[in-house]
């Protein structure tokens, strides 16, 4: 199994602020990697694919980047309707099934 | 448009076996790189892939559930199924079925997901 490691765990920032989440792979998926945001109650939503594909419809201050073991997703100025916990998820054919990192909760400060 | 409904009991014992079903639209496993798979959210475990069936037949299980997983699908009928057995409390949550994007096989679309209770 190919393990997901995702930090913070949790992070507060402030309305328009840059805020950065990390994953890290516990071994090479190359760019096969996604990032899912999921509020309360709700299904989650594909954001990113393919390490840094904005998914049709995301608004454009979310970017992704990364190869390898280590991943970025950025938030560039933090709206309201951003706070949720995100998830991200590898899926190199190398692994019997994708896994996930166990999530960042993002709130207001 | 691609749309995936899970269906099946709400509430399950202890020792049971649970089967749920994923009933979808807008593709067909008799297209090649079609693929369905199964995720669920625990309280413990946040998300985690169970399994994933391809239009060829091929399935990939999650190692800690290979045991007690099955897939099978019904062409037919757009239909994939997904067998727990044995459950315990600790797999209480909400399962979701999930269609795998063609273009890498991201998880491109969600269903809406099912709660299950094992009590």
């Known amino acids: 199994d190919i393990q997901m490691t995702q930090s913070p765990s949790t992070l507060s920032a402030s309305l328009g602020d840059r805020v950065s989440i990390t994953c890290r792979a516990s071994?090479?998926?190359?760019?096969?990697l996604a990032w899912f945001q999921q509020k309360p109650g709700k299904v989650p939503r594909l954001l990113i694919y393919?390490?840094?594909t904005l998914e049709n419809g995301v608004p454009s201050r979310f970017s992704g980047s990364g190869s390898g073991t280590e991943f970025t997703l950025t938030i560039s100025g933090l709206q309201p309707d951003d706070i949720a916990t995100y998830y991200c998820?590898?899926?190199?054919?190398?692994?019997?099934?994708?896994?996930f990192g166990q999530g960042t909760k993002l709130d207001i400060k | 448009q691609i749309t995936l409904q899970e269906s099946g009991p709400a509430l399950v014992r202890p020792t049971q076996t649970l089967t749920l079903t994923c009933t979808f639209s807008?593709?067909?496993?008799?297209?090649?790189?079609?693929?369905v798979g199964w995720v669920r959210q625990t309280p413990g475990k946040a998300l985690e892939g169970l399994a994933v069936?391809?239009?060829?037949?091929?399935?990939r299980y999650s190692p800690p559930f290979r045991d007690r997983v099955t897939i099978t699908r019904d062409i037919s009928s757009n239909q994939v199924f997904l067998t727990l057995t044995n459950v315990d409390s600790v797999d209480t949550g909400t399962y979701y079925c999930?269609?795998?994007?063609?273009?890498?096989?991201?998880?491109?679309?969600w269903g809406q997901g099912i709660l299950v209770s094992v009590s």
């Open positions: 999930v269609y795998l994007d063609s273009s890498d096989y991201h998880v491109g679309r």
């Open positions: 807008g593709f067909s496993f008799t297209t090649e790189t079609v693929a």
């Open positions: 069936m391809f239009w060829n037949a091929d399935r």
């Open positions: 071994q090479n998926i190359h760019g096969w």
């Open positions: 393919a390490a840094s």
């Open positions: 998820q590898q899926y190199t054919s190398n692994s019997p099934i994708f896994t």
